[in-house]
Nanobody
Framework: QVQVVESGGGLVQPGGSLRLSCEAS????????VAWYRQAAGNQRELVAK???????NYADSVKGRFTISRDNAKNAVYLQMSSVKPEDTAVYYC?????????????WGEGTQVTVSS
């Protein structure tokens, strides 16, 4: 069974930094496009950043210049470096990965990791 698991969330002060990790496990042939989404209480889930297998990246306007998405294909892992965080960054952050396992293709979601920005 293939899956992704997020980690690295927690409480951080405004202006601080946090690094989220998304790691895929199982019999994975390749990890293609991966995206981070977030959902704040009472809001819809929104795209934060995405990265292709070729390392092309896109960001939501609200996080451009503050967040950086990166990946380590050897580890089947994707990271979200969050800097200069703001209270409005408070949300549950989810990883969504397109995984290949043999001849099967999976659109895999993690269970999320809570990020709280507060003094």
């Amino acid at each position: 069974q293939v899956q992704v698991v997020e980690s690295g969330g927690g409480l951080v002060q405004p202006g601080g930094s946090l690094r989220l990790s998304c790691e895929a496990s199982g019999s994975i042939s390749s990890m293609n496009d991966v995206a981070w989404y977030r959902q704040a209480a009472g809001n819809q889930r929104e795209l934060v950043a995405k990265i292709s297998s070729g390392h092309s990246t896109n960001y939501a306007d609200s996080v451009k210049g503050r967040f950086t998405i990166s990946r380590d294909n050897a580890k089947n892992a994707v990271y979200l470096q969050m800097s200069s965080v703001k209270p409005e960054d408070t949300a549950v952050y989810y990883c969504n990965a397109h995984l290949i396992s043999g001849s099967n293709w999976y659109d895999s979601w993690g269970e999320g990791t809570q990020v709280t920005v507060s003094s």
